[in-house]
């Protein structure tokens, strides 16, 4: 006999459920485009900048300890020359910048 403001309100439909998460994927969408996006980029540059390292390039380690690549391993190090007979053991993923590129070998 009464309807009571609870079921007037039930009423709404299917489209109004979808209107209310409308905002939340939103918001998904601009944080994927402004913060997932670019830093997936970043990381896919430096694990290619990585991959490219060889013996010669001046590189910067996370630490700031400049130095020229003397030998590249396979288990994932480096060896870098600091200074003349100082050398270290470098993991490659650490390897924040090259700053100068050695030109590949000719045969």
Do not use: C, W
């Not at 896919?44 to 013996?55: F, P, Q, T």
């Not at 690549?69 to 480096?78: P, R």
């Amino acid at each position: 006999m009464f309807v009571t403001p609870a079921y007037a309100q039930a009423a709404g439909g299917a489209g109004a459920g979808i209107a209310q998460f409308l905002p939340i994927i939103l918001i998904f969408g601009i944080v994927y485009l402004l913060m997932i996006r670019p830093q997936q980029k970043r990381v896919k540059e430096h694990k290619a900048m990585v991959e490219a390292l060889r013996r010669g390039d001046m590189v910067v380690t996370q630490g700031g300890l400049i130095g020229k690549v003397s030998k590249v391993k396979e288990d994932d190090e480096i060896e870098v020359e600091l200074a003349e007979n100082v050398k270290v053991r470098v993991v490659k993923a650490t390897v924040a910048q090259v700053l100068s590129k050695t030109e590949p070998a000719k045969d």
